[in-house]
């Protein structure tokens, strides 16, 4: 009776041994502090070094959500590796694509006599580099960053999926999204294409709009500080009447550390009476024509400035 007492000890120690305090224990402990967004803990069980990167993926909702994007995780069974080493693999999800990511657990301190520990072989996180366009913050993972000369690195844990963009009133740039699956894993770099939206393109052609509604408002051939111009050598009998036919095609574009437009084109017609000097002959002159100029565009968070500008 004690044989088959003592067996059957042997045996819940083998089984609690293997399924509690196993290498594999480790690594599921890992992914639940990465999916709770604890970066603390599970900075202590991977006992990663941090490389000099900007830390704010490495706990709270940007690690969080990295995590979040896991799906179908399955934790294996320990593999023997090198000398004592045992290797465990994860294979999971993220975005429809089926990944894995070894880790390398060594032999710990035994618990209580009869217990088995493992802790992580040390390793290095990987980090993500960033660069956006003319800004000096960015979204990574839903979460403000600053963006110091429009670039940063980011250190970050792994496995997990990390989402960059830019996004205000004014301008955006498209979500840029990198998966990272191992300490070994090189991200491509992340350059955020910032662009205007349509709320600033909206803004600078209306403005536009005024701008030269308010030239041809002007009954002179030559409206002050405006593009449009028309010549004659007659004698004027009527009111000169502009019309807009075409409005500028607005395009704004990053140029040396600022926002710029390209230059402008506005069609127009001018219409009116004149009389020659010398034979008395009255005409009516209706002509259409392109006129061309520039503008200088400003713009902060919550206006935007637009400054024609007319060369003569």
């Known amino acids: 009776m004690l044989i088959l007492a003592a067996l059957a000890a042997v045996a819940t120690i083998s089984m609690v041994n293997s399924n509690y305090f196993g290498p594999q224990q480790g690594v599921r402990d890992y992914f639940s ?11 202590g069980l991977l006992r990663a070094t941090v490389p000099a990167a900007n830390a704010a993926m490495l706990d709270g909702d940007g690690l969080k959500t990295a ?14 590796g090198p000398g004592s080493h045992s290797t465990v693999t994860a294979t999971y999800k993220i975005d429809g694509a089926s990944l894995t990511t070894d880790f390398e657990l060594e032999p710990g301190p035994r618990h209580w006599l009869f217990f088995d520990s493992w802790r992580f072989v040390p390793s290095t996180l990987p980090t993500i580099e960033v660069s956006v366009v003319n800004e000096q913050q960015a ?52 350059a955020l294409a910032t662009g205007p939206t349509t709320a600033l393109t909206g803004q600078v052609s209306d403005k536009l709009h005024e701008y030269l509604d308010g030239c041809a408002a002007q009954t002179v051939l030559l409206p002050t500080d405006c593009p449009l111009s028309n010549h004659s050598d007659n004698r004027i009998l009527s009111t000169v009447k502009w019309s807009i036919l075409d409005y500028p095609k607005v395009d704004i574009s990053a140029y040396g550390g600022t926002w710029v437009l390209a230059p402008l084109t506005v069609k127009a017609r001018v219409e009116y009476q004149e009389q020659e000097l ?26 935007v400035t637009v400054t024609p500008v007319v060369s003569y």
């Not at 990465?34 to 970066?39: C, E, Q, S």
């Not at 034979?279 to 919550?302: I, Q």
């Open 33 to 43: 502090a990465l999916h709770a967004g604890d970066g603390a803990k599970a900075m």
């Open 67 to 80: 995590a979040a994007a896991i799906e179908d995780l399955h934790v294996g069974n320990p593999r023997q």
């Open 139 to 190: 979204l990574v993972n839903s979460v403000p960053v600053n963006m110091p000369h429009g670039k940063n690195s980011f250190a970050v844990f792994y496995p997990g999926r990390y989402q960059s963009e830019f996004r205000s009133v004014f301008f955006q740039a498209p979500p840029v999204v990198r998966t990272v699956a191992s300490s070994n894993t090189r991200a491509p770099a992340v």
């Open 278 to 303: 010398f034979t008395g002959k009255v005409s009516d002159v209706k002509t259409a024509e392109d006129f061309g100029f520039s503008a200088k565009l400003t713009v902060t968070d919550n206006s």
